[in-house]
């Protein structure tokens, strides 16, 4: 009897880590080159708006970055709805943005240590 719940679970174990590793998408993972911030005025109905966005950099040039984007917020709460989101957000990603448009954002030592005493512990 203490055999049976040994092995049911040995078996339950198994079975959920098994299961864990292979739903762990690891495509999902993007790793950015850098991130930056980018405004862009927009109109729609005849309103003007300013978006911000925080973009990651896939790849880039010698004056052109591919960009997805990471956040956005628009300056007037209308525009910040779930659909319009979206809709701005996808005009956006995976486009190829004049560098010198983005405010870089630069990472302390003290991150970069971390990232590569993390990537080595792996």
Known sequence: MIWLGILIGLILGVGS?????????KSKEIQFTRRGIWSN??????????VQFELGE???TSIKSKVRVISMV???????????R?????????????????????DDLATK??????????
């Open 74 to 84: 628009a300056s007037q709460s209308k525009f910040n709805d779930d659909v319009i």
């Open 17 to 25: 880590t098994c299961l864990y590793f292979i739903s762990k998408d």
């Open 41 to 50: 005025h927009y109109t729609c109905d005849g309103k003007s708006f300013e």
């Open 86 to 106: 979206k809709k701005i957000s996808d005009m956006v990603d995976n486009t190829w943005i004049k560098s010198d448009l983005i405010e870089w954002i630069e």
């Open 113 to 122: 240590r971390n990232d590569k005493i993390e990537q080595i512990l792996k």
């Open 58 to 60: 896939l790849e880039k």
